[in-house]
């Protein structure tokens, strides 16, 4: 009977011990198969981020790579307003192509009778406006001041390239000069936008990124801190935010050729006319010349302060934008009729003499 309970509490422990051993191996495979699983999907995580986010530091690092060559571009124009013809000033952003080429927009430096460039760094260097391209809002500077080179230019990327989701950084000059310089990131939120413009129908990138009043002309770049684009415009309507376009860099580019062959400097400022002063002068429409420089196109063909402008090259001019295109297609010659002291005078001059 003893023998019989003894074998009986025997096959008991050895029950146990074969469930308590199972038990803990069952246990420990489990916990490897969770720390696996865990791992695994801390790894899959980790990658996930590293595509979406990008890495810390990156952002600052080409803002701080490209800063030095993203400018302020400064101009002076007339306008002829109710209180009469006055000199007003604007700014706008840009970034330098080359050491002393600049690109912008074509708005920022319409009808400026002088360029100032202000630098990163505060400096200040003149320039000029080579061509411009009204239809793409595009236009190209070069720095005037003898021996001035950009230590930095900026790299052109590939517009085509550019996928919606994409982390992208805005640097420009927003509103005024206390805040040039100023950089805002975002991603992008549209490719091939067509939105209405003075020009007419256009093709831009669209961008979350805060682009303002200023920004006008600056680059839009990616994280490899190439140009994908120029900022232009930002659709400002009561209860719509977050809306920021910029020209596609590739639309630039292929019209970079263009843009490099120089137009003629007329060297004057001038103003339209208004219909008071059209009767007064006795003529429909035109342009008055409040200022011509000495020396300049305008100054050798005879062009004087008081002059109005009513031909240019055989064609009636309305405005001051008006000769400003038609000065592009000028090869030898050059003929403008003005109204002086109420009387037509018929001046003409040849370009390469």
Request: charge should be neutral.
């Amino acid at each position: 009977m003893k023998k019989r309970n003894f074998r009986s509490f025997m096959s008991l422990i050895v029950a146990f011990v074969v469930l308590f051993g199972t038990f803990i191996f069952s246990t420990s495979v489990y916990s490897k198969l969770q720390v696996s699983n865990n791992t695994e999907l801390l790894s899959n995580t980790s990658s996930l981020e590293e595509r979406m986010i990008p890495s810390y530091g990156s952002i600052a690092d080409v803002i701080d790579a490209v800063s030095p060559g993203v400018v302020t571009v400064s101009i002076n124009s007339i306008v002829n307003s109710y209180n009469g013809i006055n000199q007003v000033n604007g700014i706008g952003s840009g970034f330098f192509i080359t050491p002393t080429k600049i690109l912008t927009n074509q708005h920022v430096v319409l009808n400026a009778s002088n360029v100032n460039i202000i630098l990163h760094d505060g400096q200040k260097v003149t320039a000029k406006v080579i061509n411009t391209d009204k239809v793409n809002d595009i236009a190209l500077l070069e720095v005037t001041t003898p021996g001035f080179e950009s230590s930095t230019v900026l790299q052109l990327g590939s517009s085509d390239n550019t996928r919606v989701g994409e982390w992208v950084i805005a640097i420009g000059s927003p509103l005024n000069l206390t805040f040039s310089g100023s950089a805002t990131v975002g991603i992008v939120s549209g490719l091939s936008r067509k939105v209405e413009t003075s020009n007419g129908i256009s093709t831009f990138i669209q961008t979350d990124a805060a682009i303002n009043p200023g920004n006008s002309g600056g680059p839009l770049l990616n994280l490899k801190g190439e140009v994908v684009g120029i900022n232009s415009a930002k659709i400002a309507v009561e209860g719509v935010e977050g809306i920021g376009f910029a020209i596609p860099i590739n639309i630039a580019k292929l019209k970079l050729e263009e843009l490099s062959t120089p137009v003629i400097t007329l060297g004057l400022s001038g103003v339209n006319i208004t219909d008071q002063a059209s009767v007064k002068f006795g003529v429909s429409s035109g342009v008055f010349v409040v200022e011509v420089e000495r020396g300049s196109l305008s100054d050798k063909i005879g062009i004087m302060p008081g002059d109005v402008i009513v031909e240019f090259n055989g064609t009636k001019i309305t405005s001051i934008e008006q000769i400003n295109e038609l000065k592009k297609s000028v090869q030898d010659t050059m003929t403008v009729l003005v109204v002086r002291n109420n009387k037509q005078i018929l001046l003409q001059l040849k370009i390469n003499e």
